[in-house]
């Protein structure tokens, strides 16, 4: 894998350091994995949907926040297997984190648990300022233009 150097950029930047945080994490390898596994979805323009395999979790097993542009999902489970022999244990039930970057302007609507699938729906909501606006162009009146006579003023 290659290490690309974004040193220069910061040099002649204003203001993008969290696009660069942003590139220089982007090759790096999650702790945990994939686990749990999971889905990002688009429903529409403005909203989204993340899905996560969550079986064996109950809805106060998992915790999920959000803190400035980063979603946070984690999971632990009580530990209620000591006296369980398992002859085949394919069905995970470690404790996870998971993280997401999320655009400016993303919004979390909701959080649903069923089937063991965590669906958090999320909606972008860009503010008025922020929308593009139709400017109405007005046609000026010609202007009169004053002919100063030259005559009247020598006299």
């Given amino acids: 894998m290659r290490n690309y150097d974004l040193t220069p950029l910061y040099r002649n930047s204003v203001g993008f350091d969290r696009m660069f945080d942003l590139l220089e994490n982007l090759g790096k390898v999650e702790a945990g994995g994939g686990y749990p596994p999971y889905n990002i979805e688009r429903l529409d323009d403005d909203q989204y ?14 915790d999920i926040e959000i803190h400035e542009n980063s979603l946070k999902v984690s999971g632990a489970r009580n530990e209620g297997d000591e006296g ?4 085949h244990q394919g069905i995970a039930g470690r404790s996870f984190e998971r993280r997401f970057q999320l655009a400016d302007h993303v919004k979390i609507e909701t959080a649903t648990l069923a089937n063991g699938l965590l669906n958090i ?3 972008r909501e860009i ?26 003023s020598a006299a």
């Fill in 127 to 152: 503010p008025e300022a922020n929308k593009p606006r139709k400017i109405e162009i007005n046609a000026a009146a010609e202007s009169k233009l004053k002919v100063i006579d030259d005559n009247k």
């Fill in 121 to 123: 729906d999320l909606r």
């Fill in 84 to 87: 369980r022999t398992f002859l």
């Fill in 49 to 62: 949907r993340i899905t996560l395999a969550v079986a064996g979790f109950s809805a106060n097993d998992l």
